[in-house]
C-alpha cells in the first residue's frame, strides 16, 4: 500500500458532477474518491450546480452573463471562477473536460501541480459534435490543453492509457499511471427485497435482462434494443434508460421500443426513463438474471462493478477497459466487436454485434444456475480488487510523485 500522505496536504478536486447532481460515472467516482480522500488529505471539492452544504464543497453556478450562450462556453465560465477558487492549494486534480479548463488555469495561476483523470476522451466520442455543435472544438481544446500540460495523468484503465497515447502522442507515457475506478461494496449488495420490483413490475418468475445508462451513442442502447429482438420469448426486458443526449437518439431509441414491445407480449419490455435513487437501482440488478453492458465506447464501465457487488451476472462489449473488470468466464461473459479506427467506435459489422451479443444473452438466461456462479464471482472479484481505500491510496501516491 501507499505510503499516508500527511494531514497537511491540501488536494482540490475539480468535477462538474456532485452528489446529489450525479449523472454518470464521474460523479460517482468522485463521491468516493473524495469520501475515501479525507483520511489522506485535506481535501476540497469544487462542483458545478447548485449550492452544496457539505463540508469543503463549494459549487459554482454559471456566469449570468453568459446565459444562452454555447454550453461549452458555459462550461468555461464556470470554470475560470473555479480556478480562483482554488488559492492556497498544494494540487489540483480535475475530472472530464468540464472540469480539466479550470485545472489547468488552477495550475498557471497558483503554480501548483495539476492531475487528471481520463475517464473518457473528447477525440474518442466524435458524436459529441451532435450535442455541442461548434461548442464540440472548446471541448476537445480544454481536454487537450490540460492533458498535454498535466503533471500526471491518471488512466482509469489500461485500456483507457492506450487510448490517451493514441489520441494524445506527444503525452510522455510515464507520466500516465492507471487507477482504477471502484465500488462500494457495503453500499452495493444484494438486495432480495421486492418493494421496488414489485412497484416496476418486474416479474420475478421469468429471466431477465437489465441494462442501467443514459441513451447516449456510447452506450449502444440501439443495438442492445435490436438484439433482444432475438432473446428466448419469456425473457423480461427491463431498461433503466433516461436521459437522451440529443433529439436524435431518443427518437431512435423511442422507435426501437415501439418495435420491440410490438415483438413481444405485454410486460416483456419495462422501459424505466426517470433515474431511479441508488438503493432502488441496486434491488433491480440483485434480481437481475444478466446485466448487460453493450457500450461501444467505456474506458472503464463502473455499472459492471456495481452489477457485479450486486451478485449478478454480466454480458458486456470487449472494448474498452470493460475486459479489465469483467473476467470471462468468470463473471460474466464478453462480446468481441471488431470498431471502426474512425473514433466512432461504431461497429464494422453492425449485425454481426448484435447477433453475438444476442446468442451471448441466451446462453446466461438458459442457464440460470451458470448465471448465478458468475454472479457470486462476480462479487468476490469487486471486493477484492476494486475497493476505494486502496484506489485512495494510490492516488495518493500520483500526487505525492509530482509535488
Not at 50 to 55: G, I, L, Y
Not at 259 to 274: K, N, P, S, T
Not at 363 to 392: C, K, M, N, T, Y
Request: proline letters at 7%.
Amino acid at each position: 500500500m501507499a505510503e499516508s500522505a500527511p494531514p497537511s496536504l491540501r488536494v482540490d478536486l475539480i468535477t462538474r458532477e456532485y452528489p446529489p447532481e450525479v449523472y454518470g460515472g464521474a460523479g460517482v467516482h468522485l463521491e468516493y474518491l473524495a469520501r475515501d480522500l479525507r483520511a489522506l488529505a485535506d481535501v476540497r471539492v469544487h462542483c458545478f450546480g447548485a449550492p452544496r452544504t457539505e463540508p469543503g464543497v463549494t459549487a459554482y453556478p454559471e456566469p449570468a452573463e453568459l446565459s444562452g450562450a454555447n454550453a461549452a462556453l458555459r462550461t468555461m465560465g464556470i470554470d475560470l471562477a473555479i480556478a480562483s477558487g482554488c488559492a492556497g492549494t498544494d494540487i489540483v486534480h480535475s475530472h472530464t473536460w468540464y472540469a480539466n479548463f479550470a485545472g489547468h488555469t488552477a495550475k498557471l495561476l497558483h503554480g501548483v501541480p495539476h492531475v487528471v483523470t481520463t475517464h473518457s476522451l473528447e477525440p474518442l466520442r466524435p458524436w459529441k459534435a451532435e450535442q455541442l455543435g461548434g461548442g464540440y472544438a472548446l471541448s476537445s481544446f480544454c481536454e487537450r490543453v490540460a492533458i498535454e500540460n498535466a503533471d500526471a495523468i491518471i488512466a482509469v484503465s489500461g485500456g483507457m492509457k492506450k487510448d490517451v497515447l493514441t489520441a494524445y502522442p506527444t503525452v510522455d507515457p510515464d507520466r500516465i499511471r492507471v487507477v482504477y475506478n471502484g465500488i462500494d461494496t457495503e453500499q452495493y449488495r444484494p438486495d432480495h427485497g421486492t418493494d421496488v420490483i414489485d412497484r416496476l413490475g418486474i416479474d420475478l418468475g421469468r429471466p431477465s435482462v437489465v441494462f442501467v445508462g443514459r441513451i447516449t451513442r456510447q452506450k449502444g442502447l440501439p443495438y442492445l434494443m435490436r438484439a433482444c429482438q432475438d432473446l428466448p420469448a419469456d425473457a423480461q426486458i427491463v431498461l433503466l434508460a433516461g436521459a437522451p443526449d440529443t433529439p436524435e437518439i431518443a427518437a431512435e431509441v423511442e422507435a426501437l421500443a415501439v418495435q420491440l414491445r410490438a415483438a413481444r407480449d405485454e410486460h416483456g419490455v419495462i422501459w424505466v426513463q426517470e433515474m431511479l435513487p441508488k438503493h432502488e437501482v441496486i434491488q433491480v440488478l440483485t434480481h437481475a438474471t444478466v446485466f448487460v453492458c453493450p457500450s461501444i465506447y467505456e474506458p472503464m464501465g463502473i455499472v459492471n462493478l456495481e452489477a457485479m457487488a450486486c451478485e449478478t451476472a454480466v454480458v458486456a462489449t470487449a472494448t474498452g477497459g470493460i475486459p479489465e473488470v469483467v473476467a470471462d468466464g468468470e463473471t460474466g461473459v464478453l462480446v468481441p466487436v471488431d470498431q471502426l479506427p474512425d473514433g466512432t467506435g461504431t461497429p464494422v459489422e453492425p449485425d454481426k454485434f448484435v447477433a453475438d451479443l444476442a446468442a451471448a444473452l441466451t446462453r446466461v438466461l438458459q442457464d440460470p444456475q451458470r448465471a448465478a456462479e458468475l454472479g457470486r464471482a462476480g462479487r468476490r472479484r469487486a471486493v477484492e480488487h476494486f475497493s476505494w481505500s486502496r484506489i485512495a491510496e494510490d492516488t495518493t501516491a500520483v500526487y505525492r510523485s509530482v509535488l
